[in-house]
């Protein structure tokens, strides 16, 4: 049974959700993909970015909050991008409510994983706990008998008043990868500023990083990880992407906490890893 302040809803396209209304936090869950999609602890902003143009279908993975690229990250594999668990049919197993907030656990069920992915004995779940910032932790154990790489990111998107005053600190010096200059590897100077399409992978930097965006600005913890992936779209990409406004590079861009370039991980058998990350607005 659930808490009196965690329902199970299903929007007028018959998507489900776990809508979360408790005194410190309203949230949104999509039980497929266990996708986080809405976090606003109370008398604060947004602490996630959703398309207003995403009619949120069933089968269809959402465009903001925080998909689950797992057990791949973006290209690792030439299956489909960022692995099966975006538009996976997860089930909710434990939802708790305290004064502080809720907690969540949704697992990925075994029949799942072994039908999309035959000869990867993978168990996968994650959880969430939600109240004056978002935490949450998707755990990975290699249950079969070989070593399996992992490659994975809690792909987060984020608002910004402005992505032309958005700027991110605790990068500086960190090497990272420019995907979209043939995959160098080069060295960040400063602080991440944006005024063109950025999409990088920095890695070797576990460090707490801030986002600076006036009113709604954020410090994103990580577990687990010695990866980010920071992306915004610009302008020509926008108009590519699905279920994306035109214009809606100017209101977000992502932080995610990753496994992802050189991070990504070799799991032995028996072998478990937490990815983790947790976001709470700056004091």
């Given amino acids: 049974m659930l808490p009196d302040c965690i329902q199970l809803i299903d929007n007028p396209a018959g998507k489900t959700f776990v809508v979360i209304d ?12 266990a996708h986080l999609l809405q976090c606003t602890p109370k008398g604060q902003l947004p602490l996630l970015w959703v398309s207003p143009d995403d009619p949120q279908l ?11 690229c797992w057990p791949w990250f973006g ?7 960022h692995g099966i668990a975006r538009r996976a049919k997860w089930v909710l197993s434990t939802a708790t409510e305290d004064s502080q907030g809720v907690y969540l656990r949704f697992d990925l069920p075994a029949a799942c994983i072994s039908e999309q992915l035959p000869g990867e004995p993978w168990q996968v779940y994650v959880e969430f706990r ?3 910032g978002i935490d949450g932790q998707l ?3 290699n249950v079969g008998a070989e070593p399996m790489k992992l490659s994975q990111a809690l792909h987060t998107y984020l608002p910004v008043g402005s992505i032309h005053q958005a700027r991110i600190s605790g990068l500086d010096a960190s090497c990272y990868i420019d995907a979209l200059d043939g995959w160098t590897h080069k060295t960040q100077a400063g602080d991440v500023q944006f005024n063109a399409e950025l999409d990088r992978i920095y890695y070797g930097n576990g460090d707490n990083l801030y986002l600076h965006a006036g009113d709604n600005s954020v410090v994103v913890e990580r577990q687990g990880s010695e990866s980010v992936v920071v992306w915004n779209p610009w302008v020509d990409k926008s108009l590519r992407l699905s279920e994306f406004p035109a214009e809606g590079y ?3 861009l992502c ?3 990753a496994n992802a370039g050189p991070d990504a991980r070799v799991l032995q058998p028996g072998e478990q890893h937490t990815l983790g990350t947790r976001i709470q607005h700056a004091d």
Avoid at 22 to 33: C, D, F, K, M, W
Avoid at 75 to 81: C, H, M
Wanted: net charge positive; glycine share 14%; proline share 10%.
């Fill in 250 to 252: 100017l209101r977000m």
């Fill in 130 to 132: 939600l109240g004056a």
């Fill in 139 to 141: 755990t990975t154990t």
């Fill in 58 to 68: 069933p089968g269809k993975s959402l465009r903001g909050g925080i998909p689950l």
């Fill in 255 to 257: 932080i995610e906490a």
């Fill in 75 to 81: 290209g690792d594999r030439p299956a489909a991008a």
């Fill in 22 to 33: 408790h005194p410190q936090v309203s949230a949104r869950i999509a039980l497929e993909g």
